[in-house]
Every structure is written in structure tokens, then in C-alpha cells.
């Protein structure tokens, strides 16, 4: 499958197609792609007499090992067991999107123009976590002292404001599991001191979301609400870029929480 050419045809671009797909579909393009190809697989392996080779070739493998690898993933079994007993097989419907945009839901939302900023602090690698709490990311901001966050704050200068949770190098799939760089830091203009990680970020144009209640939960919904709801109403497409939660407000008790969403994004 041609994804940059697919982009292209439909006037976008495949960062932004991979992003929202991924949102809109709950899985990865790419993992679509691939369990539709093992299902037309599976139905060749039942209905055709050709060997297990040419079916591998037929559908982009260049070896019967590498297919058998990529279709026991899907199916759970070998192809050899497909052709033996007819199964089990699991079959990828078509995917199909009938995609409403009602407005009835408001969404807090500005369109802001960054220069060039850094975006400083202490950051590592994690896995994408989908739902809910991140354990990953809340050991490496437990392990951060108060001081060293408070040194952080009196680095900030420049909008998004205050303490910052920063993804970046994302895969565009949004695979779950698949790693993600995470800081813990602060936007600034000025020279970071040497011992921070730094993100630079080139000039450019943000959305930025306002989210309030449960936390994680409200900014895990913001984020499926932009790719339902907003993006398709809206003439701004994402771009490449980190993605910025700026932390507002929170309350420990109660466990809510007041943020900003920084998405990086250009003209449709």
C-alpha cells in the first residue's frame, strides 16, 4: 500500500493521515494493512492450490519463514495448519468511516503562533501507554526532586507556561507499546544549562486544547475528541512536532486536573 501516494490523492499529508486513522480506527494503519493482507492470505491458503510460497509472494514476502512469522501474528496458527484443518482464522472486516460532525460539544480551542523555542528538562524513553496512567513516565517525574522542578520553573520565559509533559518522536502509527520519547521541562528562549536534555522546536502554529476533570482521563479524551471532532470541522491539518500538556491546575485528592493540549499543526 502507497500511503504517501494515498496522502497525496486525498490532499494531505501522511503524517497527518497515519495520526488520524490511528485515532479514528483504534489501531495503526499499518497494522490494518497488515491484517487484511493475512486475511486475503488465510482465504488464498483454503480456496487456492498454490503453494505456500507463491501465496508469501503474492502477497509481499520474500520467503515462506518471514510469511509464516507475519500470518501465525494474525491468525495464531501456521499456514500450514490453515491448509491442513481450515482454520482457526481471524478475519479484519473492511473498515469503513461514517463520521458525523454535529458540534453539539464544545471545545475550548486557539489557534497561537510560536517562534522558535527549546523546550529543556530531563527526558527518556518510554512505551506508549493508550489509557490511563503512563507507569513509565509517572516513575521517571517521581524520581525528579521538587528542587530540580522549581529550577525548571524559573527557567520558563516563553509560552506554553509552567511545568511541561512533552512527546515527542512518536511513531505516526501510534502504535501501542511503541516507544516515545517523554520530558519533564520547561519552554525557553534562552541557553539551557548543559547537564538538561533539550527538544528544539522550530517556529510554527499550535492548537491548543483546554482540559478539565478526571486526569488522565479528560486529556486522553481531548485528544480521541480532536481527531472525531475537530480536525474534521476545521482548515488545520497536524504537522510534525512534539506534542505539549501544560499542567495548570491539579488536585492531588481529587485526582483532576486543568491543562492545555499543545498540538503542532498547519493550513489544510
Not at 101 to 116: F, K
Not at 155 to 165: C, I, K, Q, R
Not at 169 to 186: I, K, N, Q, S, W
Not at 239 to 256: H, K, Q
Request: cysteine-free; overall charge negative; proline content about 8%.
Amino acid at each position: 500500500m502507497d500511503v504517501a501516494g494515498l496522502a497525496a490523492r486525498t490532499g494531505t499529508t501522511e503524517h497527518h493521515l497515519r495520526r488520524m486513522f490511528a485515532s479514528l480506527a483504534g489501531m495503526p494503519l499499518s497494522e490494518y494493512v497488515r491484517r487484511r493482507r493475512m486475511a486475503a492470505a488465510a482465504a488464498d491458503l483454503v480456496g487456492v492450490d498454490d503453494s505456500v510460497l507463491a501465496v508469501a509472494v503474492r502477497y509481499g514476502y520474500g520467503s515462506s519463514e518471514a510469511f509464516g512469522r507475519a500470518f501465525r501474528a494474525v491468525h495464531g496458527v501456521g499456514p500450514g495448519d490453515v491448509r491442513r484443518d481450515g482454520g482457526p482464522l481471524r478475519t479484519q472486516p473492511r473498515i469503513r468511516f461514517h463520521l458525523t460532525v454535529e458540534g453539539s460539544v464544545p471545545m475550548d480551542t486557539r489557534i497561537t503562533t510560536l517562534p522558535a523555542v527549546r523546550l529543556v528538562g530531563h527526558a527518556v524513553r518510554v512505551p506508549l501507554v493508550h489509557a490511563g496512567e503512563n507507569p513509565h513516565i509517572a516513575a521517571h517525574v517521581a524520581a525528579i526532586p521538587a528542587e530540580e522542578t522549581q529550577r525548571l520553573k524559573d527557567l520558563n520565559d516563553t509560552e506554553p507556561s509552567g511545568v511541561l509533559a512533552v512527546s515527542d518522536d512518536l511513531d505516526p502509527d501510534r502504535a501501542e507499546g511503541g516507544e516515545l520519547t517523554y520530558l519533564h521541562g520547561v519552554t525557553t528562549t534562552a541557553d539551557p544549562p548543559a547537564e538538561l536534555d533539550v527538544i528544539e522546536v522550530p517556529a510554527g502554529t499550535w492548537a491548543v486544547f483546554r482540559t478539565e476533570g478526571p486526569h488522565p482521563a479528560a486529556l486522553q479524551e481531548a485528544w480521541a475528541a480532536t481527531a472525531t471532532t475537530w480536525f474534521p470541522s476545521q482548515p488545520w491539518r497536524l504537522r510534525p512536532g512534539p506534542e505539549i500538556v501544560a499542567m495548570l491546575a491539579f488536585d492531588a485528592a481529587a485526582r483532576t486536573a486543568t491543562g492545555e493540549l499543545w498540538l503542532p499543526v498547519e493550513p489544510a
